[in-house]
């Protein structure tokens, strides 16, 4: 059984999180919350989110799988008001999903989980550096390099301790620094890889611009971002393989 | 003759709702006010609008018959503000109107009226029900079944004393119940017919979100809708035909 | 050698100045500030735009030549906030311009000069009208004239010292006319002129609804149109050859 009631806002921000990387998903409607992992078509970015029973109004679950439209349910949450109310019911006879939003009743069909792409283990990386930082410098990093290039460095600089953004077109070029002053953490380590901005662009949609951001980074390794939704009650991590260094 | 001033505002509220419906219309130049009845092209949405003559800030008029494209007349009043004056003068010579927004004086060719679709009759309907509903209610019903499918069902149990609204979709349904509490009023009758839903979205483009619209309705039958415009001294009525139940 | 800081708000004007006639031009560096001459490749329309040294936070050059892309500049400028601070600064080793927001450091490669149209001489012409009128007055003739033609005819009369807009569409018209109560100023000389009004229409984009802009006129001869842009501290000058009247 499944029977919860949650704000328009934090159903939409959740479910942002997760259709920038695909069009459907599994949701795993665990009794401490929910819990959605997926991995792009090209295996190239992941997202695991979960969110706790806490950030519900009302939050009723016993470990059950769905499977899932996002844009069906994001044009749904569309409906409400940025205060109002949804409440979710599953049907378990008709594995239907029950919608309410102020009297208004949606029946969503659901997809058999079976048919969505597997879920991927996020890899256990030991990553040499961390930062945190500002959801948007994140933005403005990534909006500077998309004018240039169409792909991005992302490093840091051990000895400077220093974050830096590279992004080289073919005649301009893009270069952002940030010491340990204009970050919020830093814990040093030399890190520098090279990633598709396309990724990144869709990634930095759904994080949040005045929130903090961790960024675990390593030499030629994947990106780890975390970032919380729904006022902490709501963890994101996004994963980003690395491109092939091309020099 | 005919010449009148009126608020840019109220000017493109009138033309507004009519140009959901068609192109071009005839407009009657009355002495109490203007009135212009319009029918698509498939014959299924009819328009029935009054705009008495103390919605102006003057006007003269004597009976006359002019035919106008509604999309010149809607650029014309957007060149003006929103609590400017709009100058109509009728030059009868050379069949021209005149209009003079602060200084600037646009000639407009007005149309045969003989050229334009007939004017329709708006049967005279015994509808067993009526409910009144704000604006913001039909808007929020519309949307909500355009999400799923292309018509959808308006309905009133005479017993429950509910209005309600369905739209069946190939997978996904949504269902909408007002009660008597939900309503600004009921005359309950039992009364469910189906519509196209493309003619409702035009039409709700027209509806005040923000006032309130007479709803009638019978069994399998057209479905009448009336609300004012210009603080009341306008009325309109839209009228859509029934589609064919497909069950 | 070429360094300066310059508000986005600035930057951005200067640059939209010229960009509604050219996509790349040369930039004179001198002592007193920067000054863009350019015609359109049909050379139908001229700009000529001066910002003194004093409309920077500080400026340094000794009389170069660049060449830029508007639309890059125009990008990176985009990337600033309002009251942000931009810093430009040439290498003249690598002839590319180093450019700073916050941290942020974009390096744009320069087009050379001898590849960009020659800068046209703006020709000293004895107006007889002059007329001095708000931006926001132009842009309602603009958008008037825009719905009925493709041109629009300006002039003034002496004897009734009006300044009029005339556009003449296949069956509706548009005219204005402004007395000298209208105006903020007028020189009356008998001046009539016919111009294409996409050329106006993109002049119009540059031009600052809520400032003045002096407009001097012939009889079929070029308009030219001066305003003020960085709080007084640039000047910029449009020159609009006239079309052959038609009649």
């Known amino acids: ?39 792009d078509p090209a295996n190239v970015g992941m997202v695991d989110l979960e969110l706790d029973a806490a950030a519900f109004e009302s939050y009723e679950a016993d470990g059950g799988l769905i499977g899932v439209s996002l844009a069906r349910l994001e044009d749904i949450a569309g409906m409400a008001d940025a205060g109002q109310l949804v409440q979710l019911e599953l049907d378990e006879e008709t594995r239907k999903l029950h919608i309410q939003i102020d009297g208004l009743e949606y029946t969503l069909a659901l997809i ?56 080289e077109g073919d005649t301009d070029d893009v270069h952002l620094e940030l010491g340990r002053a204009d970050l919020i953490d830093l814990e040093a380590g030399d890190a520098h890889s090279l990633f598709s901005l396309d990724y990144l662009k869709d990634m930095n949609k759904a994080i949040p611009k005045d929130g903090e951001v961790a960024v675990d980074l390593g030499e030629e390794f994947p990106v780890k971002m975390h970032f919380e939704i729904a006022e902490g009650l709501g963890q994101v991590t996004f994963m980003l393989a690395p491109r092939i260094q091309s020099e």
Chains 1, 2, 3 share one sequence.
Do not use: W
């Not at 795993?28 to 819990?35: D, K, Q, S, W, Y």
């Not at 990386?125 to 933005?139: F, S």
């Not at 990093?141 to 460095?153: E, K």
């Open 1 to 39: 059984m499944f029977k919860a009631i949650v704000s328009a806002d934090t159903l939409r921000t959740t479910l942002d999180s997760v259709s920038v990387l695909v069009d459907e998903c599994k949701i795993h409607l665990n009794e401490e919350g929910l819990a959605i992992r997926a991995v």
């Open 112 to 167: 058999d989980p079976d048919s969505i792409r597997q879920e991927p283990d996020l890899p256990d990386l030991d990553l040499p550096a961390r930062i945190v930082i500002e959801g948007a410098d994140i933005d403005r990093a990534v909006r500077a390099a998309d004018m240039v290039s169409d792909h991005i460095a992302l490093g840091v600089d051990e000895g400077d301790e220093q974050f830096y953004v590279d992004a």
